[in-house]
Every structure is written in structure tokens, then in C-alpha cells.
């Protein structure tokens, strides 16, 4: 990929989408695309074709998604999975239709099966049932998987997918109804400080393990694969290190100097027991995380108090 090449970033202004733009440019692409959604709906399939007719990019980079946690899942299965996926569909499509050379669909681990043996290879997709609490949106990233491994095999297009583990960073969303745990804990930990360090109540056990990757990094990762044609069309991207919900929560009061009590509520689910990457397929071909959990956490709690008056506009 030439560095005047036109890529076309899908959800440029989200997390994903906003950390890619600014590696891209940092690493020189001086040609990059991007469509708010009152300019583009991805959902229209009409609009979307005649984008990439009209823009013909080189690549496109599919960092567009309706997402949340636990309770956003739950409370809107159908949004999550029919949005979802009309967004990759129509992109996907469009790229196959006009000739688009590379193509980079983001997914999530959420794709592979609850009880999966840990760490998770790329294999295990398909093999076994799905945790309840998000599978409307890892049946619509699965669809989207196969769909480019399809046309991978098909019409050997260097159509690639990317499975990361959980993400947090900058621009995150810390809405606490549909935001992610990360997130999700800077702004209860820091409003509990401001409430004179009022107790704070978390979901579930605090046991299960989660992996956490900074967007940063993944943006890295996306580069990665924009610039070499990878051999195979499914790459999980991660750490390879977990850490307990608990040890995370203690990790975050301590960033923001929380000194109040911590309630686990466990009425509440916990979710899937453990969610560890196997990165080593990416990280063999040359790829590998460099930011730390506390050095992102640290990064992400800097950026949230920097922006507070943004953040606090979405209520709790």
C-alpha cells in the first residue's frame, strides 16, 4: 500500500476508527476518507455503493459497528444484530462489487464459544455454543468472518479479518449503560471521588478474566495488516495477557485515587469465565502489543479528565 493510497476508514470518528486516522497519518497516508453517519448511512445499501463508486478507495478499513456491553446487548438483540449486520454487509458487498483490492473487517473475540479451551485460537470459531449476554452481536461478526473469508477464497480477494480482545483508550465510550467494563469503571471510580469517595457497586464476581488491548496498539495492528498481505484471513489481536475483573477494578481506583469501598453485586452476571487471546499467528508474521494495562489505563484517565465536560454530557 502506497502512502497516496485512498483508504477509506468506515467509523472514522469512534475509537477504532479515530485511532486508525491518526496512525495512518502519523505513518504518512496522506489520502484517507472518512463519512460522519449523517453523511453516510451504512445501514442503506444504495448509499453505500454509490460511495465506493463514486471514492473507488484502494482499501477499506471496516472499523464501523453499533456497540456496548453487557446490558446494551440485552436490551436491543435486534438493533445489534440486524444494524451490525447491514453495516458490514453493504460495505463488504460494495468492496467485492467494485473491484475494492483490500479489505480489513474488525470483529471481536466475542465470536468464539463461552466454554472455548483458553487461550483462544483462530480455530475455535464455530466449535461450540456462544455466551448468551452478547451473541446478537458475535453472530453479526461471525456472518461478517465468513463473508470475507468467502470471498477470500472465492475470488482471491485480500479481504482480511482482525478479532481484537477488549479495547479501551481514548474517545472511548463511557456512557455506564453502554459502555464497555474499562470505561465503564474510570467514570464510576471517579464519580464515586467526587462523591466524597462514595462506595461503588460493580456487576458480578469480580472472578472472570479479561484481556485488555490499548486502541493504540490496534490501530498498529490494522497498519500491520494494510501493508502486507497476510497468508490467512483470520487474526486474533491482543496482548496475550489477562487480568481478573477485580484486579482491574482495583488497578483503576488506584489510577483515580478512589479510596471508597468496592460492592460487588452478584446478582448480576458475570458473563464468560475467562477471554484470553492466542495472538501468535499475528504476532509470527511480526506484530506485537507494546502499552502496557496500567500505562493505557493511565493514557485513558488522562484523556477522560481532559474531556470531562464532553463525557459528562452523556447521562448516566
Same mark, same amino acid.
Given at each position: 500500500?502506497?502512502?497516496? $493510497? ?11 476508527? $479515530? ?12 489520502? /484517507? ?24 478507495? =484502494?482499501?477499506?478499513? =471496516?472499523?464501523? @459497528? ?32 467494485? =473491484?475494492?483490492? #483490500? ?5 471481536? $473475540? ?9 487461550? &483462544?485460537?483462530?480455530?475455535?470459531l464455530l466449535t461450540a455454543s456462544l455466551e448468551p449476554t452478547n451473541e446478537w452481536y458475535a453472530i453479526a461478526k461471525i456472518s461478517g468472518v465468513k463473508l470475507c473469508e468467502a470471498i477470500r477464497n472465492q475470488f482471491g480477494r485480500d479481504f482480511v479479518s482482525l ?11 463511557? =456512557? &455506564? ?14 464519580? @464515586? ?6 462506595? *461503588? ?54 489510577? *483515580? ?24 499467528? /499475528? ?9 502496557? /494495562?496500567? $500505562? ?9 479528565? #481532559? ?6 454530557? *452523556?447521562?448516566?
Open positions: 500500500m502506497k502512502k497516496d $493510497s485512498k483508504i477509506y476508514i468506515a467509523g472514522h470518528r469512534g475509537m477504532v476508527g $479515530s485511532a486508525v486516522w491518526r496512525a495512518l497519518e502519523a505513518a504518512g497516508f496522506n489520502n /484517507l476518507i472518512g463519512k460522519t453517519s449523517k453523511e453516510l448511512d451504512l445501514r442503506n445499501q444504495t448509499e453505500v455503493n454509490s460511495f465506493i463508486i463514486d471514492e473507488k478507495p =484502494d482499501a477499506i478499513i =471496516d472499523a464501523a @459497528a453499533r456497540v456496548g456491553g453487557i446490558l446494551a446487548n440485552n436490551e436491543f438483540p435486534y438493533q445489534f444484530l440486524m444494524e451490525n449486520m447491514q453495516i458490514q454487509n453493504n460495505l463488504i458487498h460494495s468492496a467485492y462489487e467494485n =473491484d475494492i483490492s #483490500k479489505f480489513i473487517f474488525l470483529g471481536s $473475540s466475542c465470536i468464539y464459544p463461552k466454554l472455548a479451551e483458553q487461550p &483462544l485460537k483462530e480455530e475455535y478479532m481484537p480482545t477488549n479495547l479501551y483508550g481514548s474517545f472511548d465510550n463511557f =456512557d &455506564l449503560k453502554t459502555s464497555h467494563v474499562l470505561p465503564a469503571m474510570i467514570r464510576k471510580f471517579h464519580e @464515586a471521588k467526587e462523591n466524597n469517595h462514595a462506595t *461503588v457497586t460493580l456487576w458480578g464476581s469480580g472472578a472472570p478474566k479479561r484481556e485488555f488491548l490499548h486502541v493504540d496498539d490496534m490501530a498498529k495492528a490494522i497498519i500491520f495488516a494494510l501493508e502486507n498481505k497476510l497468508p490467512e484471513h483470520l487474526y486474533n489481536v491482543g496482548t496475550g495477557i489477562d487480568i481478573t475483573i477485580r484486579q482491574l477494578a482495583e488497578n483503576i481506583q488506584k489510577e *483515580v485515587g478512589h479510596t471508597g469501598k468496592i460492592d460487588w453485586d452478584t446478582t448480576k452476571p458475570d458473563g464468560t469465565p475467562r477471554k484470553l487471546l492466542d495472538v501468535s499467528k /499475528l504476532n509470527n508474521l511480526g506484530w506485537t502489543s507494546k502499552i502496557n /494495562l496500567q $500505562s493505557g489505563i493511565k493514557i485513558t484517565y488522562d484523556w477522560f479528565l #481532559k474531556n470531562i465536560e464532553k463525557v459528562k454530557e *452523556v447521562k448516566m
